[in-house]
């Protein structure tokens, strides 16, 4: 299991596959390859297809999740924090 210290965000683990350290950008990208799993787990390809569909057509993160996934944004995050120990 992934364990992530402090409280992940998507922007926060953006900010991590970008990070120069070879060692924080691949804990971005195994948190990164984590996240679209639990999505793929809560709704599969149709669910990850439709929210790729929002943000192609412009919608927001923040817009699209709740669309898609019934949850804010907001609220999805915390149950990552929650299930990676952050």
């Given at each position: 299991?992934?364990?992530?210290?402090?409280?992940?965000?998507?922007?926060?683990?953006?900010?991590?596959?970008?990070d120069a350290d070879a060692l924080r950008a691949r804990a971005g990208y195994d948190i990164a390859h984590w996240i679209v799993r639990d999505?793929?787990?809560?709704?599969?390809?149709?669910?990850?297809r439709a929210l790729l569909a929002r943000l192609g057509a412009?919608?927001?993160?923040?817009?699209?999740?709740?669309?898609?996934?019934g949850l804010r944004l907001a609220e999805i995050e915390s149950q990552w924090r929650r299930l990676l120990g952050g």
């Open positions: 299991m992934l364990r992530v210290p402090g409280s992940p965000t998507l922007a926060g683990i953006e900010a991590l596959v970008t999505l793929l787990d809560r709704d599969g390809l149709a669910g990850m412009g919608d927001t993160l923040a817009d699209a999740m709740p669309r898609v996934y």
